[in-house]
């Protein structure tokens, strides 16, 4: 089992860039794809986007397209999701996966001004 | 692209069988048998409890399974216990390879 450790919560002003990151024990990247997923408060659970194992494409669902950006640093295991300009509406909690089967423990992003 | 559609809530005594829907469209539900089915139990990260249509990861009770007709799949979960009371998602992969979620059910044990 694959263990993924996200990093912490994050308190954002509108505006504001962030960075989040979900670290692998072991190669997380060499035969699963990885992706990223929202929970809104008392919402379900959105797709945001993967990269895919292989050719490292990355697949953005159509509503975050342009949103955030997704991007990793393999030679670490690390999965970075990213914003440049947070708005309020982002305000949820971020989940990482691979392959469906291991999940980070989630990132809570909280943007209010 | 839409979110797969699931009932809001099921509801079961212990001991019974309940079922939850998954209703897709070619693009994704009926066009691969890539369908997995998530629990989520309050402040928790979810879990995998099905994947590929109708196979179960390791340690994940044989009391869930899962089925798939078409444009539509199924949960089914039987021999209902209180721990089963959670919310569970469906998901698939599309034509588009992104992937999209049910709306989500949410099971109550009565």
């Known amino acids: 089992e694959v263990q993924l450790v996200q990093s912490g919560p994050e308190m954002k002003k509108p505006g504001e860039s962030l960075k989040i990151s979900c670290k692998g024990s072991?190669?997380?990247?060499?035969?699963?794809?990885i992706g990223w997923v929202r929970q809104m408060s008392g919402r379900g659970l959105d797709w945001i986007g993967f990269?895919?194992?292989?050719?490292?494409?990355?697949i953005y669902s159509p509503s975050f397209q342009g949103q955030v950006t997704i991007s990793a640093d393999r030679s670490i295991s690390i999965a970075y999701l990213q914003w440049s300009s947070l708005k309020a509406s982002d305000s949820a909690m971020y989940y990482c996966?691979?392959?469906?089967?291991?999940w980070g423990q989630g990132t809570l992003v909280t943007v209010s001004s | 692209q839409s979110a797969l559609t699931q009932p809001a809530s099921v509801s079961g005594s212990p001991g019974q069988s309940i079922t939850i829907s998954c209703s897709g469209s070619?693009?994704?539900?009926?066009?691969?048998?890539?369908v997995s089915w998530y629990q989520q139990h309050p402040g928790k990260a979810p879990k995998l409890i099905i994947y590929?249509?109708?196979y179960r990861p390791s340690g994940v009770s044989n009391r869930f399974s899962g089925s798939k007709s078409g444009n539509t799949a199924s949960l089914t979960i039987s021999g209902l216990q209180p721990e089963d009371e959670a919310d569970y998602y469906c998901?698939?992969?599309?034509?588009?390879?992104?992937?999209?979620f049910g709306t989500g059910t949410e099971v109550i044990v009565l």
């Open positions: 996966v691979r392959g469906g089967i291991d």
């Open positions: 072991g190669n997380i990247f060499a035969t699963s794809w």
């Open positions: 990269m895919h194992p292989g050719d490292s494409k990355i």
């Open positions: 070619s693009n994704d539900v009926g066009a691969y048998d890539y």
């Open positions: 590929d249509v109708n």
């Open positions: 998901s698939s992969y599309t034509r588009s390879r992104t992937r999209v």
